[in-house]
């Protein structure tokens, strides 16, 4: 039986008053990729940001264990070296630190928290080359400063490279697959499966059925009005496709 | 209204008066600056200029002229910048140090030394550019530096030659037990087809209350490149006045980085004028005040000739309870057609406390130009801070980068190389909270270790 990653429970949280999740429950077991879809303005987004630690949303009932650990009290820093990374739908322009040096501090300080040795320059500008391989982005990208001036390719191959680099035990993409044309969609999915092993979850926030067809979950939800109001197989995304999120929202409302 | 303590108009002016030293400069001048004085008071902030920096903790202290101390070689080398290899003049409290200075006078004409030496033995130069700019007439401050100045540097470029490495001033003050006032009186000539880098550098061998008054001509002549460098490291508890005035001929680019790190009060007068067409102008400015230090950068572009361009960009980090103050205006005038002008300050706060006052400002009369100018003043980008941090980056860590990722672009325009290394340096250290040892007396503040729980 493969162990369970991250268990949520009763997840409710909230933004300057406003509820938006409203109870999720979801467990997510090593190896696995679970997808959630939904209508805009479900909570996907925002279970995503809760789940990486950003401060403006209020958790105001329920627990996330991640890895036997309570992930809520942990900073968004501590969630990332425990092994949680997020693929953001915008990733951050930050003019004037290159992608090497983020990379060079973030996995510095990943290997601190594992208690193993830094690499040496050389030793990361070749992890660095590997991965970039890996995910098949340009050389040349890793000498920019983070996101500046990336089209929106670009931008999301990047967090795919992030991810490749800290080697997360589980992933949230955040609607990585919008605004992708079909090309940057098959790169940053096929990163997304070489990443992918028996140890490891991923969590496809999306939109749309079509960044299925490259990654293939194992289970899906519907999330809407901030609850999961149905779960199951890959079939699932296929029937959403075909019917569109109306006969969701009237079973619900 | 002078407080009990506060020195006043008088009692500041005697202080020279009463000094054994004199101007080094010829009758007229001393007594077109005396006049000056009559005319100009201490300013305050009703001063439209002044508005945003009182100078009356400056004036709560006795001041001696400062005193030609004896300067061993372990205190200089400690300031030389890593790597720089320059010609050197060294001052202390406004005395030249012949012992530590690289002193040319040569043939051709290149002439690098202290004022009131070249004033003997290049009478005509100094006869012909001194107070071209007209500095004396600026405010009480370049007045009273006419009038009482006693030295300072004087280097002269000669047409067509590309100096093989940069100048570097250093301006030592030292209180010595006594709270000491010194002043510079520089001029600088490039001449035509010339270029050169300067750097001018201000600090501290002891920590008193200490006054430095400068007051910088630059004249660059037809098609000259002069790249001007200020960096203020002085203790805690210095005070620091430096006017600058330059005046560009045809085709001629002058560039200037301004870094203050350190000081207790610091203002930074830069006036440049386009006596002819088509001269650039690049002004770089960076400043770091924390705990109650206050910067005041004070910058005036007079485009008084077509095809002109300039181009501003001050960058802040405030602290604690510090302030700064940024005021920038570009002149266009009638004439200046085809100006290309932008201005661009911007400062990031780092408590509640601190406090920034940008103006920037245009004055159009021409109507063929292109003028921009932008201020920002705010805090760490909270999405960048989220961002670095879901990557594993601890705060205080992604606080940092990006403190150093806004200040970087300035940094990088600096063109002394072994300058823009050290400054890295220092500034890094500084951000990380650590002591810029041997650079400033005192400083050791540390912007954002306040905010971070």
């Keep these: ?253 | 209204m002078a407080l009990k303590n506060e020195l006043s108009k008088e009692e500041f002016v005697a202080i020279f008066e009463n000094s054994k030293s004199k101007s080094f400069a010829e009758e007229n001048f001393i007594n077109l600056a005396a006049n000056n004085l009559k005319k100009y008071n201490l300013p305050t902030k009703a001063d439209e200029e002044w508005k945003h920096t009182s100078i009356r903790k400056i004036l709560q202290h006795k001041y001696f002229i400062g005193e030609n101390l004896d300067l061993d070689k372990n205190q200089v080398n400690l300031f030389t910048i890593p790597g720089l290899n320059a010609y050197r003049l060294v001052f202390i409290n406004g005395f030249y140090s012949k012992q530590f200075s690289d002193e040319i006078l040569n043939n051709k004409g290149l002439i690098i030394k202290n004022i009131a030496d070249a004033k003997k033995s290049n009478p005509e130069l100094i006869n012909k550019y001194f107070e071209n700019t007209d500095i004396s007439s600026e405010n009480f401050f370049t007045s009273v530096n006419t009038a009482f100045s006693f030295d300072g540097s004087f280097i002269s470029i000669p047409n067509n030659l590309a100096l093989d490495k940069p100048i570097h001033i250093i301006n030592f003050s030292d209180g010595n037990n006594k709270k000491t006032i010194s002043q510079y009186r520089n001029l600088i000539i490039a001449g035509k087809n010339s270029n050169v880098q300067i750097v001018n550098s201000f600090h501290s061998l002891t920590v008193n209350y200490t006054l430095t008054n400068i007051s910088t001509e630059i004249i660059l002549e037809e098609n000259a490149n002069l790249n001007f460098n200020i960096f203020q490291g002085e203790g805690d508890d210095a005070f620091q006045i430096n006017s600058t005035k330059v005046n560009q001929e045809k085709n001629s680019n002058f560039s200037s980085h301004t870094i203050t790190l350190c000081g207790s009060i610091v203002r930074n007068d830069l006036k440049i004028e386009h006596k002819a067409e088509n001269c650039e102008t690049n002004l770089f400015g960076l400043y770091l005040p924390d705990r109650e230090q206050h910067f005041d950068n004070n910058i005036f572009i007079n485009h008084a000739k077509p095809h002109g361009t300039s181009n501003q960009i001050y960058k802040g980090i405030i602290d604690n309870k510090a302030s700064a103050v940024f005021l920038g205006k570009v002149f266009v005038g009638k004439g200046a057609q085809k100006t290309i002008a932008d201005q661009t300050n911007r400062n990031i706060l780092l408590t509640q406390y601190a406090k920034v006052n940008s103006k920037p400002q245009l004055e159009i009369y021409a109507d063929d130009v292109s003028c921009s100018h932008g201020s920002t003043t705010g805090q760490i980008d909270k999405e960048a801070l989220f961002y670095l941090q879901s990557r594993g980056i601890n705060r205080r860590r992604a606080e940092v980068l990006l403190l150093g990722a806004f200040i970087s672009d300035v940094i990088d325009a600096i063109k002394v190389e072994p300058l823009k290394i050290f400054v890295n340096i220092l500034v890094n250290n500084r951000l990380n909270g650590e002591k810029v040892d041997g650079q400033c007396a005192m400083v050791s503040g540390c912007p954002g270790c306040d905010n971070i729980e």
């Design chain 1, 1 to 253: 039986m493969a162990k369970t990653l991250i268990s949520i429970k009763n997840l409710k949280a909230s933004i300057e008053g406003k509820k938006i999740l409203k109870g999720i429950n979801l467990e997510i077991k090593e190896g696995e990729v679970h997808a959630i879809m939904g209508p805009n303005g479900s909570g996907k987004s925002t279970l995503a940001s809760v789940l990486a630690g950003r401060e403006i949303y209020e958790v105001t009932n329920g627990s996330v264990t991640f890895q036997g650990k309570d992930m809520l009290s942990m900073s968004p820093e501590e969630r990332s070296r425990e092994g949680m990374f997020l693929a953001f739908q915008y990733p951050v322009e930050i003019p004037g630190v290159s992608i090497t040096n983020f990379m060079k501090a973030a996995v510095e300080q990943h290997r601190e928290h594992k208690g193993l040795e830094q690499l040496t320059p050389s030793e990361f500008l070749k992890m660095m080359q590997e991965k970039k391989d890996l995910v098949e982005i340009e050389a040349k990208l890793a000498n920019r400063a983070v996101n500046t001036g990336f089209s929106g390719g670009e931008k999301k191959k990047n967090e795919v490279f992030q991810m490749a680099m800290l080697e997360p035990k589980f992933a949230v993409l955040d609607e990585t697959d919008s605004g992708l044309d079909i090309d940057a969609l098959r790169i940053v999915a096929n990163g997304v499966n070489k990443l992918k092993n028996k140890e490891n979850a991923f969590l496809v926030i999306t939109h749309y059925q079509r960044l299925l067809d490259y990654i293939v979950p194992d289970v899906v939800h519907v999330l809407y009005n901030g609850k999961i109001v149905k779960t199951g197989g890959k079939e699932l995304a296929l029937e959403l496709e075909e019917k569109g999120y109306d006969w969701i929202k009237k079973e619900n409302d």
